[in-house]
């Protein structure tokens, strides 16, 4: 008898907070997401506000209060660093968001994100992209990467209907996220190397042409969980 495989879960998303430089820190965020979330404080900062120290108590299960004590040049900075470095070892596979408005970091994070690590930087809370996706480009995300991508999603909905899918329909669209995942990872050297191949793929997968609303939804979708990006050339990658 061959069971069933379980449910994809969503990837951990690790937030981590500069508090010395972005004050404003927003919970809400957190909601019934997979989130862990890092306030990083520097030894100066000797005082919390109330409002806030009541909102990090309510979601004491997945928030992490670090305050430095000894102060020094940048020393946050590492301390964070050496945060992310561990929590990377730990779930290379998860989503990592850092809050800064400092570029120094960004550095550190191409060096990640080159060894296929989801790890970006945001400017504020109100930016993370897994909260309000697609209201802001993220500070290490290239602008040219949306716009191509959204390009060639209107070509493909033009094309919608132009040929007949040839797997079993799907129900929803987490059923057809579950179902195009658990095939690439099975077949990792079939995966799709151009947008529209990918397009005709997953069409294939979950029943339906491609360019048609499911289609592009399964897309949308991978890309939320972060298992799907696409370059300035709009060549997709996968993070499976």
Do not use: W
Request: with cysteine; hydrophobic share 40%; glycine share 6%.
């Amino acid at each position: 008898m061959i069971l069933p495989s379980p449910p994809l879960s969503a990837p951990m998303n690790h937030v981590f907070v500069d508090f010395e430089n972005v004050h404003e820190v927003d919970l809400n965020l957190i909601g019934a997401k997979a989130v862990s979330f890092t306030l990083m404080v520097g030894p100066k900062q000797t005082k919390l506000n109330t409002d806030l120290v009541e909102r990090l108590m309510e979601h004491s299960a997945c928030v992490q209060l670090v305050r430095l004590k000894t102060p020094g040049k940048n020393a946050l900075d590492f301390a964070l660093a050496d945060y992310l470095g561990r929590a990377v070892l730990a779930d290379p596979s998860a989503y990592f968001h850092l809050i800064a408005r400092d570029t120094g970091y960004d550095p550190l994070i191409e060096h990640l994100r080159e060894r296929h690590i989801n790890v970006r930087r945001y400017p504020s809370c109100a930016e993370l992209t897994f909260n309000r996706p697609g209201k802001t480009t993220p500070t290490s995300e290239p602008a040219a990467m949306k716009i191509v991508a959204k390009k060639a999603t209107k070509k493909a909905v033009a094309k919608k209907g132009t040929k007949k899918a040839v797997g079993k329909k799907v129900s929803s669209v987490e059923e057809g996220t579950e179902r195009v995942v658990k095939n690439f990872r099975d077949h990792p050297k079939a995966r799709p190397v151009k947008r529209k191949t990918l397009l005709t793929k997953v069409g294939d997968l979950i029943g339906e042409a491609p360019g048609g609303d499911q289609v592009l939804a399964v897309i949308e979708r991978m890309t939320e969980a972060g298992y799907l990006t696409f370059n300035e050339k709009d060549v997709p990658k996968y993070n499976l």
